[in-house]
């Protein structure tokens, strides 16, 4: 047989190419794992390789190409039968680069199945706790029980008292009050994850009520006219505190599904060798969240009077638009198959935004004869309910859309959860179609 080396050549080397993508990543991401469609592309592409060094080696190829392809299959080879021996150290860029998301990512239903359970406790909680009986079994702690305008005057009167005597009313107890936070936060968010073990009932079951106490404290100071000193206290710490919990709750349904072995037929042992690595990675992402939120809880959050209300708020809600601005740098880092590329697009992103964010803040200021003064503020917002409850989902949809690849079918269980959460809430007040403000049917 005789074939035309040049021709030859240029209809294989992209499948060349391709093979030494895959072999570059392995080697530049140690968490990178292939699926199964991806294990035999690799493979195909390894065999096709094999077969293209055999045929140049027997008409006669050059030897830098040769040598090139001996190269390339060796690498194949090792990748296949472990013969290469992989660095175990740890990098932290890396490790929040690529590892952290990447883990995150593959497990994008969990995380989401958490924040739904967590917020329909949240709505379920904050109807209840408008019931007066409802609220002590709801809110278990004592600070909590008495009505919120009184503690909010003990706390002034405590630092009102305290700038007069000039002495620090938390002094001592910030060390002991980082100490606590971050162990009891840490001892909730692990036993959430380890609840797992009961296929996943008992992690429903901590998110759920973790979700009910958060809802019914945020409607009793809302309905006390204090959301002020309440987003005050609770958005500093609870802006990494909440979603780290959240995260717990997605590393505990991992363990679920993995003992239930749902979709697969793998043994258990296979299976919960498989979700090892991605529970660790989970887990660090909690206690990193953790430490961090336990260090703001205690030396900022709990200066109610002392720190002005807007630099708390301001704070907690620059953590949050850091932690959003993170996932969309890396979602569009990881969203290319060729590492480069994604490198080049991020950088990019990441140089726009660094501009565009003062341009964007200041610009109600620079450019006031032409645009309109700024709708939403800490004092409050000048916008219609309905406006601002549109711009807030479609905000929140936009992110759900770089989070997961299957947006259409979140959004239509979210949907579905709405109106049975609505149908629910409608039942309990009486206040469904058919119904007057006063309980009775509509003549």
Request: aromatic share 12%; glycine share 10%; net charge neutral.
């Amino acid at each position: 047989m005789i074939i035309d080396l040049e021709r030859f050549i240029t209809e294989e080397r992209p499948r060349w190419n391709e093979l030494e993508r895959f072999l570059d990543r392995l080697a530049n991401e140690a968490a990178y794992r292939f699926n199964m469609a991806t294990a035999r592309r690799f493979h195909y592409l390894y065999q096709r390789a094999s077969s293209d060094l055999v045929k140049l080696g027997t008409y006669g190829a050059e030897p830098e190409l040769l040598q090139y392809l001996e190269s390339l299959v060796a690498r194949a080879y090792g990748e296949i039968h472990e013969t290469r021996k992989r660095p175990h150290q740890l990098r932290i860029w890396h490790w929040l680069r690529h590892v952290a998301p990447q883990t995150f990512r593959r497990h994008a239903a969990a995380f989401y199945l958490s924040f739904g359970i967590t917020m329909l406790g949240c709505l379920l909680g904050s109807v209840f706790v408008i019931h007066p009986e409802a609220k002590r079994t709801l809110l278990p702690y004592a600070h909590l029980q008495i009505d919120p305008a009184e503690r909010i005057e003990q706390e002034r009167e405590l630092y009102e008292r305290a700038n007069e005597e000039g002495f620090d009313p938390l002094a001592g107890r910030k060390a002991r009050g980082t100490a606590f936070y971050i162990i009891n936060n840490t001892r909730v968010s692990y036993v959430t994850m380890a609840l797992g073990i009961t296929w996943g009932l008992g992690t429903v079951a901590v998110l759920f009520g973790n979700g009910v106490l958060l809802g019914a404290v945020c409607m009793d100071y809302v309905r006390a006219g204090e959301g002020v000193f309440l987003a005050g206290w609770l958005f500093p710490h609870g802006a990494t505190e909440i979603p780290a919990i959240l995260i717990a709750g997605q590393a505990g349904f991992v363990l679920a599904r993995a003992l239930i072995g749902w979709a697969t037929r793998d043994p258990l042992r296979e299976r919960m060798r498989a979700i090892g690595p991605d529970l660790v990675t989970l887990v660090g992402c909690v206690t990193l969240l953790l430490v961090w939120a336990g260090f703001v809880e205690a030396y900022l959050s709990q200066y109610h009077f002392v720190v002005p209300f807007w630099i708390k708020i301001g704070f907690g809600a620059t953590e949050l638009v850091l932690l959003f601005l993170y996932f969309g740098y890396i979602a569009l880092a990881n969203a290319f198959e060729d590492p480069r590329r994604g490198d080049r697009a991020a950088a990019l992103l990441a140089l726009i935004g660094v501009v565009n964010l003062p341009i964007i803040y200041f610009s109600v200021q620079w450019w006031n004869t032409l645009h309109q003064g700024s709708s939403v503020s800490f004092k409050g917002t000048s916008m219609h309910v309905t406006m601002l409850t549109g711009m807030l989902v479609m905000s929140f949809a936009a992110w759900m859309y770089f989070t997961t690849p299957r947006f259409r079918e979140v959004v239509w269980g979210y949907a579905l959860l709405l109106a049975i959460i609505g149908a629910i809430i409608s039942l309990i007040t009486g206040q469904g179609p058919g119904s007057d403000h006063t309980g009775g049917h509509i003549p």
